[in-house]
């Protein structure tokens, strides 16, 4: 493809355009999601020993569903 034949003015252009923007913005985003876990997760690990986190760990998780009438 001719670089100057490329009608910069075009509705196709603007959307490939945008299109490109936000999967590069959704790249970003997913890889500062998966690089950020180690910090999310200490968050809500300080407050516990290592031996109530890991009896935590060990519970089985039940939910109870009530139907009250």
Do not use: C
Not at 9 to 26: D, P, R
């Amino acid at each position: 493809m001719n670089a100057l034949s490329v009608d910069t003015t075009s509705s196709n252009y603007a959307a490939g355009q945008v299109f490109g923007l936000l999967t590069v913005a959704l790249m970003a985003v997913t890889a500062l999601w998966v690089l950020s876990k180690p910090w999310r997760d200490a968050v809500g690990q300080t407050a516990l020993s290592p031996t109530a986190r890991a009896a935590l760990r060990a519970k089985p998780y039940r939910v109870v569903i009530e139907r009250r009438s």
